[in-house]
């Protein structure tokens, strides 16, 4: 089975898959995995997974320059965990799941612009709570109010974004009357930098990934690209040594004022490797 790879069809910068898409292939509903348990390595072989964490929120640290976010990634902190102490006023040891969970929700709410009513809907909270979370949020991380603020007004003046590494993000409606496309053009402003940056990222460690490979006499091959997730066939018996080399690469893809960290994993099946 070969996917097709689409280098121009999203428009910040992701690669798209189809003819069938294996990027939409959900990981945490039982019946996602059950169909990545089909995906098996040829005898004698097992497949890697080797993920980018918490990319996206790392890119927001270091381009919107959050201190808080950026000394706790050095940390090596539970990031969610953490805000939600900043946010909720809690400890750390013994926090209710549940409240990581809204803080999970905000984290990666605030990247897609996420608004109250947008929030409320996802926790099944009310929406002048969810409203109040995400005004401490910014009270706790205000320079990330700034980033948003400074990405739309960037875009409404040059009508396109810039990714860290320069490459320009076309921005569509920000400026439109009606309010709906430009409240969509808005949220794009302030996500298509963070998620661009991620797809330029794995795109660098994908092209030099094979090269580092080959250096390593390792015969161990890229199948597949799923957003922040790359995935390997590789030999049973270098296994092991191809996952140093891979996250080596990855992890050095690109140089962030926070680490960029890839957890890799090894198995049968694509399910047994994430």
Sequence with gaps: MHTSYGQTNVNTGRLSSNDPNLQNIPIRSEEGRKIR?????????????????QIELRLLAHVAEIDALREAFKNGEDIHAATASKVFGVPIEGMDPM???????????IIYGISAFGLANQLGIAQKEAKEFIEAYF??????????????????????????????????????????????????????????????????????????LVDAGLKTRMLL???????????????????????????????LSVPLIADAGIGDSWADAH
């Design 139 to 212: 009270e706790i991380y205000p320079g990330i109010r700034d980033y948003m603020d400074e990405a739309k007004e960037f875009a409404k003046k040059h009508g396109f974004v810039r990714t860290l590494f320069g490459r320009h993000i076309h921005i569509n409606g920000i400026n439109d009357k009606n309010g709906m496309r430009r409240s969509f053009g808005e949220r794009a402003a302030i996500n298509a930098p963070i998620q661009g940056g991620a797809a330029d990222i794995i795109k660098r460690a994908m092209i030099a990934v094979p090269g580092a």
């Design 99 to 109: 409240v990581r969970r809204k803080a999970k929700a905000i984290n990666f709410g």
């Design 37 to 53: 348990t089909a995906f098996i390595a040829e005898p004698g072989h097992k497949l890697i997974s080797a993920d980018y964490s």
């Design 225 to 255: 690209q799923v957003h922040d997730e790359l995935i390997f066939e590789a030999p049973e018996d270098e296994a092991e040594k191809a996952i140093k080399t891979i996250r080596e690469v990855m992890e050095n893809a690109a140089h």
